[in-house]
């Protein structure tokens, strides 16, 4: 995938409204340079002392109306500009999330939480600096280099070529020297500061580690020598920086001096009047302000194509292209029943490995419940991927209702929920928590999930009641009551199948039994697949699978393996101690 795919995409759709702030852009430069003219030529005028006030009066009303509209044409230019990259970066962020929905089961397993917080919080919002310091003021430059050129060609065309070349060391040599200077010391800093959100990402989510390890002081020390590295190499750009801009300024300096000596001939030669040798020489200024800030954007250009790089990277990683912002969302389908199956699935993550699942089947019609045991890395979670459709078998099929599973795309969300072993919570109220669901869900519809998840009476008895904020992750509940209102999530949605990737890892004996009688008397009607290192509430499964290496080992009701497998009977006496064994 091209790194212009991001970028061109948005470019089209907001064509005219680029031709439109380019030309803002031009026409403030045109109406600075305007007001300085016209300053200058009446500073000059009202110095010979006027016999009428009526000789100065139009350069002074031309003054207020340059003055107003400079300011009026400014503010609507960074109005529309600033107003349309924001819409550009909204879709970006839009279309980078779907890019990423697809691969939700794997982000963890592909993608740096860090990395993928210094994407959004720092990669798309450079690309908007792309537009309002490169590309409209560079357009916009080009268009006053092309007037200011033309506007003294006639006049003297040997000054005109002059001043083209100070305008192109301005606007041309001085960025393209700043880049060729500064470009490895940018690439440098956009890596440092991606390593440094990566290794803060890190500590900050391992924070409790670091200071029982006693080691927290090692890391700070660790932080501040990478942070010192990056100041060093700003420090280093910081110098360069200084230096252009002397030249810069000295080569306004020549301008202006050149302006001067070549106004004055030519009011000496009789060519222009007296008074208009000041406005000459002002103009020179606001012309001058349009070229000076290209240098310090274009030495930025290293930092833009890192970020379109980590975007592009992202995008080959997931195997899908950034495709536009879609307006016409459709319904996931509604499903009232489903069966389920996995017919002889095979798996294997790289060619060459061992299969991650060694032809597996399972036949799960609509009410059916099935436990899934096996020690990690048995293939339990890999199977759980083929059966929502994140993997496709590399040998048979899994299906539902006669269709392959991977083939449902946005659908699978109406035939398939997940209550895993650590659901998210967000950062708002108990009722957004649990309407995630079902966003078009009432509030009544509301309170009675939570009633059949026996959170109802908690919840009514806090202050804020339905409206009272979870907290980050939501800490403001146990991890019972947290995998209760994910469990109320899920009757909301309403899907024929629900998969229980073990939710009760963490949780005390009492709380995990008194869970998993919830879990199983509120989706009596549902098909369970459920995932579990431990075998309490086994005894109400129809159907029960051992795994190991990617196979199915054992598989039969609880009583069956009971009887028929010792080594079943063995983990049942090791996880449930305290009952007898008969």
Not at 430 to 438: A, D, M, S, W
Not at 460 to 467: H, N, T
Request: charged share 20%; hydrophobic share 45%; aromatic share 8%.
């Amino acid at each position: 995938m091209k790194r212009e795919a991001w970028l061109r995409p948005e470019s089209r759709a907001f064509y005219w409204r680029f031709a439109a702030i380019v030309a803002l852009g031009a026409l403030t430069a045109g109406c600075a340079a305007s007001l300085m003219f016209t300053s200058g030529y009446l500073i000059s005028k009202s110095a010979l002392r006027p016999e009428n006030i009526l000789m100065v009066y139009v350069p002074i009303v031309l003054v207020r109306t340059f003055g107003t509209s400079r300011a009026v044409v400014s503010y609507v230019e960074r109005l529309v500009g600033h107003d349309t990259v924001l819409r550009m970066i909204s879709h970006l962020r839009v279309r980078l999330y779907r890019l990423l929905e697809p691969q939700a089961l794997f982000i963890r397993s592909r993608f740096r939480t860090g990395d993928m917080l210094g994407v959004l919080a720092d990669d798309i919002e450079h690309l908007q600096n792309v537009y309002l310091r490169i590309v409209f003021p560079g357009a916009a430059a080009f268009i006053v280099f092309v007037l200011s050129i033309a506007a003294l060609g006639c006049f003297d065309g040997r000054f005109a070529l002059l001043t083209a070349v100070y305008l192109l060391i301005l606007g041309l040599l001085l960025p393209v020297a700043s880049l060729a200077v500064t470009r490895k010391n940018h690439t440098l800093i956009k890596r440092q500061r991606g390593g440094l959100y990566r290794k803060l990402t890190d500590a900050v989510l391992g924070m409790n580690d670091w200071v029982v390890s006693g080691r927290a002081a090692s890391f700070i020390e660790s932080y501040e020598a990478d942070e010192a590295e990056m100041a060093r190499l700003e420090r280093r750009t910081s110098d360069w920086t200084r230096r252009r801009n002397a030249i810069a300024q000295g080569v306004v300096g020549l301008m202006v001096v050149s302006m001067i000596y070549w106004a004055g001939q030519q009011a000496a030669d009789q060519h222009i009047a007296a008074t208009l040798i000041a406005a000459f020489v002002l103009v020179v200024f606001p012309v001058a302000d349009v070229f000076l800030p290209l240098s310090e954007a274009i030495e930025k250009l290293p930092q833009y194509r890192e970020s379109l790089n980590r975007l592009s990277g992202i995008g080959e990683q997931a195997g899908i292209a950034p495709a536009p912002v879609r307006n016409d969302q459709k319904a996931a389908a509604v499903w009232t029943t489903a069966h389920l199956q996995v017919d002889n699935a095979c798996y294997q993550y790289e060619p060459g490995n061992r299969r991650e699942i060694d032809h597996v089947s399972l036949d799960l019609p609509q009410g059916k419940k099935i436990a899934i045991i096996g020690r990690s890395g048995a293939g339990k979670s890999t199977l759980l991927k083929l059966i929502q459709g994140a993997l496709v078998p590399a040998e048979g099929q899994v299906t539902v209702n006669g269709m392959p599973v991977h083939s449902l795309a946005d659908d699978i969300s109406g035939v398939i929920s997940v209550l895993n072993q650590s659901p998210h919570l967000f950062d708002t109220s108990v009722t957004n928590n649990i309407r995630l669901g079902k966003p078009e869900a009432s509030d009544e519809d509301i309170r009675m999930a939570a009633k059949l998840v026996k959170l109802d009476a908690l919840i009514e008895s806090l202050p804020a009641g339905y409206r009272t904020p979870m907290h980050e992750t939501g800490q403001r509940f146990s991890g019972g009551e947290r995998q209760r209102i994910a469990l109320a999530r899920i009757l909301l949605q309403d899907t024929p199948v629900v998969l229980l990737d073990e939710p009760t890892v963490g949780l005390d004996p009492r709380t995990e039994r008194d869970l998993l009688a919830t879990i199983f008397d509120t989706l009596q009607d549902k098909s369970l697949i459920w995932v579990t290192h431990h075998l309490v509430g086994a005894e109400q499964m129809d159907e029960i699978i051992f795994m190991e290496n990617g196979r199915v080992e054992m598989r039969g009701t609880h009583v069956e393996l009971m009887e028929r497998y010792p080594r079943y009977r063995n983990l049942y006496r090791l996880d449930r101690p305290s009952e007898t064994i008969l």
